[in-house]
């Protein structure tokens, strides 16, 4: 059985760095897509970042040049370091896997994990 399990949310002041942190158990192989996605209250989910086992990537634009993705595929565990944050990143942080490596649809998804950035 795949799990996704996050880790890493917390409070930060405007200006300031969390490190988010995905693993994902249960699945032998290393190809696959993952993603981070957040959602806020009373909005839609947005996509924040995918990359594929080949490390390609793509950034929302509002987290371009702040957010950084990066993998560590002996653990099977990716990284998002967010930089220079900002209250509108205040959401509830979710990460997803997409087995085929496609990018495009995530069967899996972690619990979230929270950020709250204060101004």
């Known amino acids: 059985q795949v799990q996704v399990v996050e880790s890493g949310g917390g409070s930060v002041q405007s200006g300031g760095s969390l490190r988010l942190s995905c693993s994902v158990f249960?699945?032998?192989?290393?190809?696959?897509?993952m993603g981070w996605f957040r959602q806020a209250p009373g909005k839609e989910r947005e996509g924040v970042v995918t990359?594929?086992?080949?490390?390609?990537?793509t950034y929302g634009d509002s987290v371009k040049g702040r957010f950084t993705i990066s993998q560590d595929n002996a653990k099977n565990t990716v990284y998002l370091q967010m930089n220079s944050l900002k209250p509108e990143d205040t959401a509830m942080y979710y990460c997803a896997a997409d087995l085929t490596n496609m990018c495009a649809v995530f069967g899996y998804w972690g619990q979230g994990t929270q950020v709250t950035v204060s101004s």
């Open positions: 249960g699945y032998a192989y290393s190809s696959y897509c």
């Open positions: 990359m594929d086992s080949d490390g390609d990537t």
